[in-house]
């Protein structure tokens, strides 16, 4: 059973702010300090300046946070809602030429364990965590949803989308990515119940948001034992949450790339003489051609792609025994993540070194940008995966693994600044 419940939003003020797409701006996890600098002089009411303010030698940036936050209140920068609600969201965009259309519900979801059934599949690290909940702490709002998916058996997402079809969202951005956000307010009583009803019997898995949740729990738990243990409907015990069905056509997946330094400990030559012991190697050098036949190969094999020395190569995994060798102690959903056999075939055994020595590696989801890169260096290796299905990250997540770190990157991201959740009365 998993309780959700509407709430009370608190938004930009539309006669106040009057371009939206100044003022919006990604998750904190996936903007990087170009893009954290862009957001910051795009507007003075930038979301970001809450969200991720920067670093100012002497000064507490959770407490500006929190002021500035009050201060946009007061100032009508940001409203409440009158109503609580749930909200209907849609997001329209474009990926490998193709036109994608995501719909999913905003609501507060419950933290409790004994009124949630709630699976993650990634794991999550210290230093993001205190710094959200350093932040949690001083602000008193989830200020961006999770992203969670479920199976939607009760088909809500069509109900809600037949309720707002002839209605006007209240909520209209696009965003630098080209894609347009959309929100409408549920506000009928019998389909709230409704929905209510039919999201108790669902499993929810989280894709994006394992920090943030985890974070969000704490805070619940430190209230509950300080200041109102008896308060088990206070806005502390939900959080905002993005839902949306788990078996969508607009729900794209990409995958996350990575790029390497060869230490002077190897030789190129060498690595690819290792390589050898494990996977059929195949050079290609067109870069459409190669990309193409990862991902046909994909569809039924496991492999792995490799650009090095100008030249692309695809690894294809000889017997997958090998994975039962090599990671005896993980369940099998976990042994056939091609990320999986790139991190304890490829960086364990062939090149001695942990996926968890994160400043070795760099995460990306641009090919280009990586091969680039390579380019410049001949001891530089770029990595390429295909990307994790959807079914996959539930297998795991139900027998109570965790994914290796970087393994899915959901598109597009759900904004934050369109909805705020608070957790003050």
Known sequence: MTEIKPFRAIVYNQEVIKELSKVVCPPYDVISQAKQNYYHGLSPYNFIHILFGKDVPDEDKYRRAAELFQKWQKEKILVQEEKPCVYFYSQQYRIRGEKKTRFGLIAAMSLDEKRSSVYGHEHTRVEPKTDRLHLLRKVKANLSPIFVLFSDKKRVIQKCCDYVQDKEPFIEVGDDEKTVHRVWRIESDS?????????????????????????ARAYREEMLKKHEPQNQEGEFNYLLSYFTNVESHGLSILPIHRLITLSQKIEPQEMLQGLREYFHLEEIKDKARFFFLLQK??????????????TFHLLRLKNIKILDRLMLEKPVEYRRLDVSILNNIIFNQILSFSPEEKEKITYGIDPDEFIQTADEGKRNVAFFLNPVKVQQIIAVALKGEKMPPKSTYFYPKVLSGLLVHTLEE
Request: charged share 25%; net charge negative.
């Open 297 to 310: 190969a994909g569809n039924t094999e496991h492999v792995v792609g490799m650009y090095l020395a100008h």
């Open 191 to 215: 389909l709230l119940e409704k929905i209510r009803q039919a999201m108790r019997t669902e499993d929810f898995f989280i894709a994006d948001g394992h920090h943030r949740y985890e974070v």
